[in-house]
């Protein structure tokens, strides 16, 4: 690979997701050489990835290009190619493809995987939402499994594949519940002639006592409210104990009173857990660092690692702790807010570090959740300067819609997206309903 090193300090960032993104932006005018290496060629708004997934924003709308992104800060080298390892002691990073990456200062935002608590088997029966292509295929699914429902004689079959399971009560799986009842109730009907999509069963399963863990207990009680009245059936203190190609056997209830149920489903959608990257575990074992039980990186207070001050790990993959005057360290939440931080407080560090100077621990700022159920419903938890509210319903549905539009990177992504949810609102229709291959498995 040609140097294009100028003597000044290298950084290397892996990972542009939203911690690496912060900290290349952070250090625009470092003197310093800079590159950003990702395993995909876009930086991905991920809090709108479902919406890709349930056909109601296309991939370009929540993406944009990483080279696109870069083009004018001229001390940046994006490259496309994914980091297997990283050799600590000669202080640089190795590209499946065999390049390696010389480094002086390093931060390591790789993000995070699905998570399957040791049961990587159900991942072909219950994909996950992390990527792009997780979202190209989760929509396949969705979309495939109404026309094969259209085709079925047999009406036992035919609820099989009018049955969808959300797995995991997060903000993801409420989100993606309550908008695939919005398609079935809204959007398809009058499309079919065989079936009634209004007819399809939407489940939740929450393992725990609520949806919306993070929220407040009355703001998880209004979410639940709100997706059982758009056609959600929300079951809570069901934990899934088996998954195959037709059927989810839930474990449901609490002690005495457990029961084991079986729901015959053809559309499983798994949004129960994330695991930090393989590469954090790599990292954390040559170096002999901890690991939380999400396998995130046990970091320092100025999110370095121990021993290896030239090193910072970011974003998902830090089991981080905020550090505020005159309170205990606190955990930071895997939250975007959280990474973009960390991000920033990362490449002030840098800069700290080539000046000489003393880090500053981390303190992440919490400005509340937010999480939309449906049309016209959400719940949010907003903590301002000027007080804390929670509300819910149409104005918090509001709020959380232009909220997005908001951070959304680049200005024709946010004018696409405010147009096609314009357009969605008042025709309640989803037109990025286009599936190129259905595939030759269970789905044919």
Not at 298 to 315: K, N, T, W
Not at 369 to 387: C, E, K
Not at 394 to 413: Q, T
Request: net charge neutral.
């Amino acid at each position: 690979m040609a140097s294009t090193h100028s003597g000044n300090p290298r950084v290397v960032i892996v990972g542009c997701g939203f911690g690496g993104l912060e900290t290349a932006r952070a250090l625009a005018n470092a003197a310093a050489d800079i590159t950003l290496v990702d395993k995909t060629n876009h930086h991905l708004f991920q809090p709108l990835l479902y919406q890709v997934a349930t056909a109601g924003l296309s991939a370009p709308a929540i993406a944009a290009p990483v080279r696109h992104l870069f083009r004018r800060q001229a001390n940046v080298t994006t490259l496309l190619g994914e980091v297997v390892a990283i050799d600590t002691a000669a202080r640089h990073v190795v590209l499946a493809d065999g390049p390696m990456l010389p480094y002086e200062h390093l931060v390591v935002a790789a993000g995070a995987t699905h998570s399957y608590f040791g049961r990587d088997d159900w991942a072909p029966h219950a994909p996950g939402l992390k990527t792009l292509d997780d979202a190209f295929e989760i929509r396949r699914r969705i979309l495939l499994a109404f026309e094969a429902a259209e085709k079925e004689a047999d009406p036992a079959l035919r609820d099989a594949w009018l049955t969808f399971v959300v797995i995991g009560g997060g903000p993801t799986g409420v989100e993606m519940a309550g908008t695939l009842a919005e398609i079935a109730r809204h959007t398809l009907p009058g499309e079919f002639r065989r079936i009634d999509p209004a007819s399809a069963r939407i489940l939740l399963l929450e393992g725990g006592s609520r949806v919306l863990q993070t929220m407040p207990e009355d703001l998880s009680r209004r979410a639940s409210e709100q997706l059982e009245k758009l056609g959600v059936e929300v079951r809570l203190d069901s934990r899934v104990v088996a998954i195959d190609a037709g059927t989810v056997e839930v474990q449901a209830g609490t002690g005495a009173a457990a029961r084991t149920v079986t729901i015959n489903s053809r559309c499983v959608i798994w949004a129960a857990g994330v695991a930090a990257s393989p590469l954090g575990r790599q990292l954390a074992q040559t170096l002999g660092v901890p690991m939380d039980r999400a396998g995130r990186i046990v970091v320092e207070p100025d999110l370095s690692l121990p021993s290896h001050p030239e090193i910072s790990v970011i974003g998902d993959l830090a089991a981080a702790r905020s550090f505020a005057p005159g309170r205990e360290p606190q955990p930071v939440p895997g939250v975007s807010p959280a990474a973009k931080q960390m991000g920033r407080a990362a490449a002030a560090n840098i800069l700290r570090r080539m000046a000489g100077t003393a880090t500053r621990p981390f303190r992440y700022r919490d400005y509340g959740n937010l999480a939309t159920i449906g049309r016209n419903a959400a719940v949010v938890d907003l903590v301002s300067p000027v007080g804390h509210f929670k509300f819910s319903g149409y104005f918090a549905w509001l709020f959380w819609l232009f909220a997005h539009i908001w951070f959304l990177i680049g200005f024709r992504n946010r004018i696409v997206v405010l147009i096609d949810w314009a357009s969605a609102y008042w025709s309640k229709q989803r037109y990025a309903r286009v599936v190129s291959d259905i595939g030759d498995g269970p789905l044919l």
